[in-house]
């Protein structure tokens, strides 16, 4: 999770870096970036260097995006809650944005997203509602990243690819429906000329919407 005045920077590519304490090693190169309890950008995780904070420079604190060294160094203070030594070590990674998620293609069925970012999406957003099935095709667009290989692995045959992207679409919907990512219905209305599973959701959308104002609970004239 990264401050409101980072996510701008890093969506603006000021903010390339992010330093920790200690010798960090991450798990994972495809990284979500959170801002205010929501998904902002998907990153690739370039390189990581390790450097005592004797050796950190202003160079190194402005690629995270601070002002100085000791601007940082305050920070990491705060963060830790403990004093940062000369000695210590502390590792800078560096990170380069692949998607920014404000950045939504409507002629595209899945907005621009990848299958992997969507099931990253759904695995941390959406486990409370997921079926069985849903699920699994989760699991497997993590592991293996392609509907192709989804498709052979759960279901044994190329021909069920269509399972894979049916679900992929709903897992959309379902972010879209909690805001998880923002699109508004003019991006969605331009999108459901191409496809018949968002022109149906966009009609699902405005009924849902035309209910809860008949009955009260859009803040209607029956409301109290």
């Known amino acids: 999770m990264v401050k409101g005045r980072f996510a701008r920077l890093i969506l603006e590519g000021v903010k390339t870096t992010t330093t920790r304490l200690g010798k960090v090693i991450p798990r994972l190169r495809t990284v979500i970036i959170h801002s205010d309890g929501k998904p902002i950008a998907e990153a690739?995780?370039?390189?990581?260097?390790?450097?005592?904070?004797?050796e950190l420079t202003d160079e190194d604190a402005k690629r995270d995006g601070y002002n100085s060294v000791e601007e940082l160094l305050n920070d990491l203070r705060n963060i830790y809650g403990r004093d940062i030594h000369q000695e210590d070590v502390v590792s800078i990674i560096e990170f380069e944005i692949t998607k920014k998620f404000s950045d939504i293609n409507p002629k595209d069925i899945y907005l621009g997203f990848s299958p992997h970012t969507?099931?990253?999406?759904?695995?941390?957003?959406?486990?409370?509602?997921?079926?069985?099935?849903?699920?699994?095709?989760?699991?497997?667009?993590?592991?293996?990243?392609?509907?192709?290989?989804?498709a052979l692995k759960l279901f044994g045959s190329l021909e069920k690819r269509w399972i894979i992207r049916k679900t992929l679409r709903k897992l959309l919907a379902k972010l879209l429906d909690r805001k998880v990512i923002n699109v508004d219905d003019n991006t969605i209305e331009k999108l459901a000329e191409?496809?018949?599973?968002?022109?149906?959701?966009?009609?699902?959308?405005?009924?849902?919407y035309s209910f809860e104002q008949n009955s009260g609970f859009g803040g209607g004239n029956d409301s109290k």
């Open 44 to 54: 690739l995780i370039k390189n990581v260097t390790y450097k005592k904070v004797c």
């Open 118 to 150: 969507i099931a990253i999406l759904a695995n941390r957003y959406l486990k409370d509602v997921l079926d069985e099935e849903e699920k699994r095709i989760v699991e497997y667009i993590l592991r293996y990243r392609s509907i192709r290989t989804t």
């Open 194 to 208: 191409i496809s018949t599973f968002w022109r149906r959701y966009l009609m699902e959308k405005k009924n849902r």
